[in-house]
T-cell receptor, first 113, second 112 residues
């Protein structure tokens, strides 16, 4: 299957700092990438849809000024959590689509102290 | 009623058993169906996808779709301890760039 990577795999930061997470499709071009958040023992919650070269579409309740998404190329999307707070601590997962389905990255665990 | 219903379990079976995982859905627009496996602290791994009613087999896994009943299943034959994970069903109106709607996931434990 297609390979999607994320970096970093985990990050610990102080409250008020910004954190950038990268999502890369390694062996295919992805015009669309998705960003999800997953809390313990819960399913994935879609945060936003990222299309290459255009602004991301955010789900209701997701603050676009807090979660900045950039999809600058067909293989890279970034999510920046700005002014992170402890309640932003979560597991962030991206996915990338080829023509058929979505392939997920391994996830990034964020802990905000 | 949620769009996709999936029993969260947990489900425990002995090694070698046949496992049946199921989801029901209410939105008839869903035409594309997927099963993902997620190990703890990892991203979901695509197991199977299909867009037609009927069965699709891949090794020990069989995906079954019944669009008339809005019911999908994943069967795992000869289950192994390494199959212990959370299984997520997902569906969308079409292939590719459509948003997925997920079930809550079923936590499976295969006991040696």
């Amino acid at each position: 299957g297609a390979v999607v990577s994320q970096h970093p795999s985990w990050v610990i930061c102080k409250s008020g700092t910004s954190v950038k997470i990268e999502c890369r499709s390694l062996d295919f071009q992805a015009t669309t990438m998705f960003w999800y958040r997953q809390f313990p023992k819960q399913s994935l919650m879609l945060m936003a849809t990222s299309n290459e070269g255009s602004k991301a579409t955010y789900e209701q309740g997701v603050e676009k000024d807090k979660f900045l998404i950039n999809h600058a190329s067909l293989t890279l999307s970034t999510l920046t959590v700005t002014s992170a707070h402890p309640e932003d601590s979560s597991f962030y997962i991206c996915s990338a689509t080829n023509q058929e389905t979505q392939y997920f990255g391994p996830g990034t665990r964020l802990l905000v102290l | 009623q949620k769009e996709v219903e999936q029993d969260p379990g947990p489900l425990s079976v002995p090694e070698g058993a046949i496992v049946s995982l199921n989801c029901t859905y209410s939105n008839s627009a869903f035409q594309y169906f997927m099963w993902y496996r997620q190990y703890s602290r990892k991203g979901p791994e695509l197991l199977m996808y299909t867009y037609s009613s009927g069965n699709k087999e891949d090794g020990r896994f069989t995906a079954q779709v019944d669009k008339s009943s809005k019911y999908i299943s994943l069967f795992i034959r000869d289950s192994q301890p390494s199959d212990s994970a959370t299984y997520l069903c997902a569906m969308s109106p079409g292939a590719g760039s459509y948003q997925l709607t997920f079930g809550k996931g079923t936590k499976l434990s295969v006991i040696p």
